[in-house]
């Protein structure tokens, strides 16, 4: 695939970047997100930046390119499906510079404009939780926050409240803002006396590990996993374990589990606090 007149790759560079190269533009949003292990939100299309006013971009021609597998990186999980690209259009706001002072290259967004065009693409929990996560693995700093919300459209600025970068992850993200909304008290990373942390503990009384093939399939971590979960018990909290599968296709079904988990538990424990010592077991 030819490069764009004035605009050229390297051999090294990955089917991405000479896909944005090839037209005009740069990787941008969620794809600028992704290839830094941000949260990037389930869309696996190419997203490429490319200044107001471009004209004949050949997105057929680039969206008839297949996926590259050729890549001299070793993960390329980041790398996006193939197919149409998401193009976005410079707006005025983005002639900010966001952090162009940090190392950005000339063929990828600098960090806070990916973080701002993710926030506007996505619906508003995946877009919280691609802050969380940017937050979380330092992919922009904490005091980048006042910029990144004073170019937000207002409607989005109250997001900030729901903010929270002790998220491990966009699941926990997720699952911390749809429980949080329905009146929920969810606490992230909560420890289990004499054993390791869960992902999230709901109203004190229900531990939720949320797990992923990536980080729970090795035999080590599933022990780690079973371990804790014996553990909790002992202690007299239940434990619900769900996959990426449950939040995202299967989430009526969950939150029926979890909220009667829930209601159960609290009963057990005003049950077992009423009852004289003597009668406790």
Not at 128 to 156: K, N, V, Y
Request: hydrophobic share 40%; net charge positive; charged share 30%.
């Amino acid at each position: 695939m030819s490069e764009r007149r004035g605009l050229y790759a390297s051999a090294a560079a990955d089917l991405d970047q000479r896909r944005a190269v090839r037209m005009g533009g740069l990787v941008g949003c969620i794809s600028a997100l992704r290839r830094s292990g941000v949260w990037a939100g389930l869309d696996t299309r190419l997203h490429v930046h490319v200044p107001a006013g471009s004209k004949r971009l050949r997105v057929d021609e680039v969206a008839a390119v297949g996926r590259d597998r050729s890549t001299p990186r070793s993960d390329t999980s980041f790398l996006a499906e193939a197919g149409a690209p998401r193009v976005h259009w410079q707006r005025p706001v983005e002639q900010i510079p966001f952090g162009r002072d940090c190392g950005t290259t000339d063929w990828i967004v600098p960090p806070l404009l990916a973080l701002r065009q993710a926030v506007l693409c996505q619906d508003e929990e995946h877009a919280i939780a691609s802050i969380d996560s940017a937050l979380h693995t330092r992919f922009i700093a904490h005091g980048q926050l006042d910029l990144l919300f004073e170019t937000l459209p207002s409607r989005l600025r109250r997001l900030r409240r729901e903010l929270d970068p002790l998220a491990d992850s966009g699941t926990e993200s997720i699952f911390r803002v749809r429980l949080r909304r329905l009146g929920h008290v969810v606490e992230l990373q909560r420890a289990v006396p004499g054993s390791s942390k869960f992902d999230a503990l709901v109203d004190d009384v229900v531990a939720i590990d949320l797990d992923s093939k990536r980080w729970h399939s090795d035999d080590r971590q599933q022990i780690w996993d079973y371990d804790k979960t014996l553990q909790s018990i002992a202690w007299g909290r239940p434990v619900i374990r769900i996959l990426p599968h449950h939040l995202f296709e299967y989430w009526p079904e969950t939150l029926q589990a979890i909220e009667r988990a829930v209601d159960d538990a609290r009963k057990l424990r005003r049950y077992r606090r009423g009852r004289p010592k003597s009668a406790r077991f």
